[in-house]
């Protein structure tokens, strides 16, 4: 497969504390974006809850409304990415049915690194959403991130 480009989108040390949309990737309504990884980690120095939280990735019918974030190149030679990407909103995006749903213990992270075979595929226009869905017990500190292609 062909790749028109590989991007990242990264948010830096945030504090979440709700349900929380973490990034939606919109895809270009002329190209599929395949996700390539995604990942939600403890921010550096922090102390972390022993607790375990849900995340859930899919096709949310309703966007959390989150700010504008740029995807960054992984490549510079690649061109811009046409997929817009939105994150870090206290309102998690609607997914009447994710496609991964997955409890992890907040300590250690969570990380989607899937064999070719199991990449989700985003279909030119439509979004694609991460979302933290539980109210942690305490204020968890952290970063996220996704890779994705254009193809």
Known sequence: MVYAGVYSVVVGSINISGSHE???ITAPTDQNVIILRAWLQP????TTPDEAIDIAMGFPTVSGGG???????MNPNFATAKSSATGNSGTPP???TPVIRQG?????GFTYLPI???R???PGGD???????????????????VVFAEV
């Open 43 to 46: 921010a550096i120095n922090a």
């Open 22 to 24: 973490l990034i939606e």
């Open 116 to 118: 070719p075979e199991e």
């Open 94 to 96: 609607t997914m009447a």
């Open 67 to 73: 700010g504008a974030i740029t995807p960054e190149k």
């Open 120 to 122: 989700m595929v985003v």
């Open 104 to 108: 992890f213990h907040m300590q250690q």
């Open 127 to 145: 979004l694609w959403g991460f979302a933290v869905l539980d109210n942690p017990i305490s204020t968890y500190a952290c970063t996220f991130g």
